[in-house]
């Protein structure tokens, strides 16, 4: 019932931009604040960025800082993240899910290579 759909992802340049999209369904979307998260190959899960449920508080880790953009929109139950001046660093797989992980969807692969 409660599904993650995480899209958006792709084969980018270094600098280049990506813009990553996560359709919830099957839980009250608007009452949680959502994250994303990533993993890059041989190493542990990274937390990458927050927002809080009505969209006005936001926070991003510090190797993301000014290149990320987290956002919103509440009546299409879709959470976002836009990726500018990506690095190579930024390949991982990202995931969308709750600050408490209630869910888990199958994520999307970033690759940032020349």
């Known amino acids: 019932e409660v599904q993650l759909v995480e899209s958006g992802g792709g084969l980018v340049q270094p600098g280049g931009s990506l813009r990553l999209s996560c359709a919830a369904s099957g839980f009250t979307f608007t009452n949680y604040a959502m994250i994303w998260v990533r993993q890059a190959p041989g190493k542990g899960l990274e937390w990458v960025s927050i927002?809080?449920?009505?969209?006005?508080?936001?926070m991003y880790a510090d190797s993301v800082k000014g290149r990320f953009t987290i956002s919103r929109d509440n009546a299409k139950n879709t959470l976002y993240l836009q990726m500018n001046s990506l690095k190579p660093e930024d390949t991982a797989e990202y995931h969308c899910?709750?600050?408490?992980?209630?869910?888990w969807g199958q994520g999307t692969q970033v690759t940032v290579s020349s």
């Open positions: 899910t709750t600050p408490q992980y209630d869910y």
């Open positions: 927002i809080h449920s009505g969209g006005g508080d936001t």
